[in-house]
């Protein structure tokens, strides 16, 4: 395997992870679809719970459990845009160390 990513004066990083780059180019726009998706609708039944709770305490949880939500939604959506936009520079910066590579087959 190791042999596999040698070419000429060291390994050929665009080769080898081209087949990764594909997938998650493939992959990253249908995944942020699915957790916005997700998220919309824990945060529509979330927020139906908090106006439907009646009591002090069901109505304090129910707020808690809203916020705590909607941040988890926002940090995991913006994760992953951000995985999005940093393949390109990621790939950049490992074709960037092969030149410091010294490999000996």
Do not use: R
Request: proline letters at 4%.
């Amino acid at each position: 395997m190791f042999n596999m990513l040698l070419a000429g004066s060291g390994p050929n990083i665009e080769q080898a992870m081209s087949p990764i780059y594909t997938f998650f180019s493939v992959v990253m726009p249908i995944l942020l679809g699915v957790v916005f998706l997700i998220g919309t609708i824990k945060c529509v039944a979330l927020g139906i719970a908090y106006s439907k709770s009646d009591e002090n305490g069901t109505h304090e949880k129910a707020k808690k459990d809203l916020i705590n939500a909607i941040v988890g939604f926002a940090i995991i959506f913006v994760l992953i845009g951000v995985m999005y936009l940093l393949k390109t520079p990621i790939i950049e910066w490992l074709e960037g160390l092969t030149d410091s590579w010294n490999f000996t087959a």
